[in-house]
């Protein structure tokens, strides 16, 4: 063979490597970033699922507010046409008939605008003597909140109770089991089992951390489903740069790994979906893949 054959030669596979390479690179950072916005999407259906779970919540304690005769009784205690004991009697009968209809409903506390309380009545999810853990203190009676009892998290969601002459006569606090906002992310959950999901309230840097760890049964693959409340946790200080109203992607140092974050707001709130993945699991699929490609490519190369 001449000089002039192994140079052409030589320059065939070398304009083929480099034709190759010069594909597969750019094709690799768009599948990184395609994944990103399919991942952001897909952060942004479970926060708008939990945002729907959340505003249910909402509607359950305004029905509960609204129910005309307990409310027009309450409107009577307090223009001292009735006494107290009374008014608590009546109103506890109705609000245990209404609770059993609510199977995650812990209990409802309802209190007056002069801060009598005025019932306390346990759901199905809930007990008399857990409901009694409830300090008034704790509730939060202008938005929905959570508060934290002996370790366990309960939803809390606040209704005014409006009077006939439209002025604040009251309010009913509900306390949901956290279980249907756990299924949530459980069932719409299109990322690894390494992903970690929370609800960060970025005024009070409180982050609602939840626990989904897979545990193989017999038959099947249940989660060992808990939540914890941390102050001033590390990922509510690195939100705090992801401020806005659109979701947001950011890339990061975790538990001294690097992650990706998005931070999707929950519109007319104060909360946001905190969701963590590690970034290795994902780069190290892509690589994979563009490695097996790129072998075939130049095994052709090599052939030809």
């Known amino acids: 063979m001449s000089l002039l054959s192994r140079r052409v030669i030589i320059g065939v596979l070398i304009t083929g490597i480099i034709a190759s390479t010069s594909t597969l690179i750019p094709l690799f950072f768009y599948l990184d970033k395609t994944e990103d916005r399919q991942d952001l999407a897909y952060a942004s259906a479970q926060a708008l699922a939990v945002e729907q779970q959340l505003t249910h919540y909402e509607q359950i304690a305004q029905q509960f507010a609204s129910r005309s005769q307990i409310r027009q009784r309450l409107a009577l205690y307090l223009d001292q046409q009735l006494a107290l004991a009374q008014v608590q009697q009546e109103t506890a009968a109705r609000l245990a008939h209404a609770v059993d ?6 209990g409802v506390i309802r209190i007056a605008a002069n801060g009598t309380e005025i019932a306390r009545v346990a759901g199905e999810s809930g007990t008399t ?3 009694k853990q409830v300090n008034q203190s704790q509730l939060n009676l202008h938005r929905t909140d959570y508060i934290n009892l002996s370790g366990h998290i309960y939803i809390s969601v606040v209704a005014p109770i409006i009077s006939l002459n439209n002025e604040i006569i009251g309010h009913d606090v509900l306390l949901f089991d956290q279980t249907e906002i756990i299924d949530i992310l459980e069932y719409l959950n299109k990322f690894d089992a390494t992903t970690e999901f929370s609800l960060l309230h970025l005024t009070r840097k409180v982050e609602l951390h939840f626990s989904l760890t897979p545990i193989a ?5 249940e989660f060992n489903a808990n939540v914890r409340e941390l102050i001033n946790s590390e990922a509510v200080t690195v939100a705090h740069a992801l401020v806005g109203q659109q979701p947001q992607l950011h890339s990061g140092v975790f538990h001294n790994l690097q992650h990706r974050h998005f931070y999707i707001p929950l519109s007319e709130s104060n909360w946001g979906l905190w969701v963590t993945q590690p970034e290795t699991s994902l780069r ?4 994979v893949e563009l490695l097996w490609v790129s072998g075939i490519i130049f095994l052709i190369v090599a052939i030809g």
């Open 129 to 131: 003597s857990l409901l």
């Open 284 to 287: 190290e699929e892509l690589l």
């Open 217 to 221: 049964t017999a038959a099947s693959t």
């Open 101 to 106: 209809f609510i199977p995650t409903l812990v």
